[in-house]
């Protein structure tokens, strides 16, 4: 159990619609990073934000949008889904700011898109 | 664009043996590698990592070779068991200052017992 936990599991949804990810970092990480693994694409970076700031950015789709909240558990936020969505969505968390510190991942949803 | 690529997408190794995965990549600016384990049903998790001033790096059963002439990376595990089976990605960032890692599509280790 790597400590960062993820909501829900699994997510079916239809085309057009609107998502929300939840993740809980690991106590005490202040940075959280969001990826998504796919057959056809592989795992690829979204998103990084540390201690409620965007820090970096991936191949996040304008379609899809994050946020870390106070406490700094974060959300990642997809609209208009589309098949190619269908994904598992990972989140990972980090002490601090470098994307070098090690990063713990959560068991991950896996969304379909229908 | 640039991209990480992996040589073998599987490798099956009898238990005991020597494991050697490679990873190409050929962002020549890429500056931190590491090495990550998925095992089936799990997020990745962190295996070892390099960086760019260096060429080799230890662990506990592991070994990361970094050669920057030819930009291969590869992962040496040790007396390979049956538990290291999953799938291992090599990934690069080519942020720089930043975080951007780019991910290798993974090999497939299968150890035999």
């Known amino acids: 159990d790597s400590g960062v936990t993820q909501t829900p599991k699994h997510l079916i949804t239809a085309t057009g619609q609107r998502v929300t990810l939840r993740c809980s970092p690991r106590s005490g990480d202040l940075s959280v990073y969001w990826y998504q693994q796919s057959l056809d694409q592989g795992l690829q970076f979204l998103i990084q934000y540390y201690n409620g700031e965007e820090r970096a950015k991936g191949n996040i789709l304008e379609r899809f949008s994050a946020q870390q909240f106070p406490d700094l558990h974060s959300e990642l936020n997809l609209s208009s ?31 379909t898109v229908l | 664009g640039e991209s990480v690529g992996l040589h073998l997408p599987t490798l099956s190794v009898q238990e005991g043996d020597n494991s050697i995965i490679n990873c190409a990549y050929s962002n020549s600016a890429s500056d931190y590698f590491i ?79």
């Open chain 1, 81 to 111: 889904l589309e098949l190619g969505d269908s994904a598992l969505y990972f989140c990972a968390s980090s002490p601090l700011l470098a994307g070098t510190d090690t990063q713990y991942f959560g068991p991950g949803t896996r969304l």
């Open chain 2, 35 to 113: 090495w990550y384990k998925q095992e089936s049903g799990k997020g990745p998790q962190f295996i070892i990592d390099i960086r760019s001033n260096m060429d080799k790096r230890q662990g506990q059963r592991v070994t990361v070779l970094l050669n920057k002439t030819v930009k291969h990376l590869s992962l040496q595990i040790a007396a390979t068991q049956p538990g290291d089976s999953a799938v291992y990605f090599c990934a690069e960032n080519i942020g720089g200052g930043s975080y951007i890692p780019t991910f290798g599509r993974g090999t497939s280790l299968i150890v035999h017992p």
